[in-house]
């Protein structure tokens, strides 16, 4: 349907200027009955979005500050691959204590979302210790070698429990006020082990440094497997250690 899927918020709606949202949307700033939001069109189906859009809405109503799915003029929370959300404000973290704040904020996320179903075709980094492919990922794409490499960091956190993790922590997805931490920018959540989002800068997350080590060979050999192959995709792949 496109971006004409806009009309299905009403009347008084309008597509102001294009945003920075990746390879996989096209993100727009919008004006929904006078209030600024962000509209993000993509090919997820369905399902993807039914997942997403729930999440979004328990956590805000579990007091997070995260962006909301605005629902259309007949009450769906998104249409034609189409999703807007509420506008966040904020910067990103500068400091080590913004980065404390962070982390506190990612823990809370994978609190209140222990025992969350998968998001609808995609695989953990468990599951693919044996799955080849799972929404982006495609390990045949990979060098064997690096597949090996990439199953044997994820095998460290195995059997661990899982949760709904964000998925993509950096300071673009990042909003920081003096009063609270936003998380943006949903599209790479899933639920995994939560060490996968506490790969953070001075390690705000105070792992020790066993655990700081496990969690930061798996988060680049995620990181790797889901870019594959771009420049970022072999660097990070090439910070994963030989078996």
């Known amino acids: 349907?496109?971006?004409?899927?806009?009309?299905q918020w009403g009347d008084d709606v309008t597509r102001i200027e294009s945003l920075s949202g990746g390879v996989a949307n096209d993100v727009w700033s919008v004006r929904v009955g006078g209030r600024l939001a962000v509209g993000r069109?993509?090919?997820?189906?369905?399902?993807?979005?039914?997942?997403?859009?729930?999440?979004?809405?328990?956590?805000?109503?579990?007091?997070?500050?995260?962006?909301?799915p605005i629902p259309t003029a007949d009450g769906r929370l998104f249409a034609g691959g189409l999703v807007v959300m509420t506008y966040v404000e904020g910067g990103p973290p500068e400091t080590p204590a913004d980065w404390r704040r962070v982390a506190r904020i990612l823990r809370e996320l994978h609190r209140l979302t222990r025992g969350w179903p998968q998001r609808?075709?995609?695989r953990s980094s468990a599951d693919l210790l044996h799955a080849r492919t799972g929404t982006r990922i495609d390990l045949g794409a990979m060098p064997p070698e690096g597949v090996a490499r990439c199953r044997a960091a994820w095998a460290r956190l195995a059997g661990r429990p899982t949760c709904v993790v964000h998925g993509d922590p950096n300071p673009r997805n990042l909003r920081v006020t003096a009063s609270r931490v936003a998380l943006i920018d949903w599209d790479e959540s899933h639920v995994d082990v939560p060490d996968l989002d506490?790969?953070?800068?001075?390690?705000?997350?105070?792992?020790?440094?066993?655990?700081?080590?496990?969690?930061?060979?798996?988060?680049?050999?995620?990181?790797?497997?889901?870019?594959?192959?771009?420049?970022?995709?072999?660097?990070?792949?090439?910070?994963?250690?030989?078996?």
Do not use: F, K
């Open 1 to 7: 349907m496109g971006w004409e899927a806009l009309g």
């Open 41 to 68: 069109l993509g090919t997820r189906s369905d399902a993807d979005l039914a997942w997403e859009t729930g999440l979004l809405h328990h956590l805000d109503r579990q007091g997070l500050t995260v962006p909301v």
């Open 120 to 122: 609808p075709g995609w």
């Open 198 to 243: 506490l790969v953070l800068p001075g390690n705000a997350a105070g792992l020790d440094d066993s655990a700081y080590d496990i969690a930061a060979q798996a988060s680049a050999a995620w990181e790797a497997a889901v870019c594959w192959d771009d420049d970022h995709s072999v660097r990070r792949l090439a910070e994963v250690r030989a078996i």
